[in-house]
Each structure stands twice: as C-alpha cells, then as structure tokens.
C-alpha cells in the first residue's frame, strides 16, 4: 500500500475501532438496512471518506430489485462500496468489495476491522472481524474444491424482519468475482 493510504488508513483506523466496539455495546447507530440513509453523513462513510463514483438507475433486466438505484463509492482506503436504495429512499442492501484482489488474496487485519464495521452499520447486528476473517477463510477452502466457488455456501448471518423478510450478510473471494461482504434481501 503507497505512503499516502497507510496514513489515511492509520487515520481513520481508531474512529472504526470506536465503530465497532459501539456497535456491539448497545450505542450503536440504527441500521442502515429498511431506512432512508444519507450514507456520506454515516459515522462510517466518515471515517473511510466515501466519495460517490455513480449513480445508477434500476431496470427490468437489474439483478433482484428491478426498481430503485445503485450508488457507487470509493473510499479512501481502496474500497468500492455499492448500496442499493429503494424508490422513497430506503437502502435494501449493500455491498463493500475489493474489486481487483487477485485470487487467493485475504483482507489485511485492518480490511477485516473496516468489513466487520461495515456490516455491523449496515445490518444493525454485531459483526466481529474474527467472523469475517472466517467466514474469507471458509470461502478461499471452497475454492480450493471449487474453482468457481464465490465464498462459503453458509452465510456470515441469517435473519427475519419483523414482517418475516429474510435477509442475510456474506462474504465472497476473489477469483469468481471481487472479494468482499455484503448483507441484504436476496442474498442466495
């Protein structure tokens, strides 16, 4: 990693560790997942510097929800994030990815801790980067089996709304797409 992303790295690293640690205390922030979000203004989008990239516009040929958007950032640390949003603004879903990890790469400990925030932000839940660092691990043996194999074919977690919604967070590896998690409706 270049000097210059060492250092916003090291500069954001304690507020991430904050994040995390609040999530799983009880002060945690409400849950991305249901609500309307102005992900830039989260206490982690500012901590990882979030810039928007695009926005794109949901179709009839998009992949689960048909209407609705995309957004696309970039963080400072490398990191590509896609949240999808509901028309009336709620995000159903998103996704933190490394898009040009070569196959076989594993998050670094500081990749795990941002992974494990992410997702306790957006779900609501407590995600320990332990769990993430496991749930890459899992996914790098069942490639080893599978060269297509995307991640483990058991999710990091699994819940219902109240409505009865099923929703479910997942890690993937590089190699048969970016590596990563993500959480949301229709996650397989």
Known sequence: MKAAGMKVLRAA????????????????????????????ATPLCRALRCTLQTVRVN???????HDGQQLTYRTASGWRLEVDVRPGGQVSGARLLRPSAPRGTRL?????????????????????PQAVQDCVT???????????????????????????????????????????????????
Do not use: H, K, N
């Open 13 to 40: 690293l304690p507020a991430l560790l904050l994040l995390t640690s609040a999530q799983a205390g009880g002060a945690a922030q409400p849950a991305w997942i249901g609500r309307p979000v102005d992900v830039p």
């Open 108 to 128: 670094t400990a500081a990749q795990t801790r941002e992974a494990a925030a992410f997702l306790s932000a957006l779900t609501g839940r407590a995600f320990r």
């Open 138 to 188: 899992a996914g790098l043996a069942a490639q080893d089996r599978d060269f297509d194999a995307y991640g483990p074919a058991e999710p990091l977690s699994r819940w219902r709304t109240p409505a009865g919604l099923p929703f479910r967070a997942r890690c993937g590896v590089a190699g048969a797409g970016p590596l990563g998690v993500w959480a949301g409706r229709m996650q397989g």
């Open 59 to 65: 179709t009839p040929d998009t992949l689960g929800w």
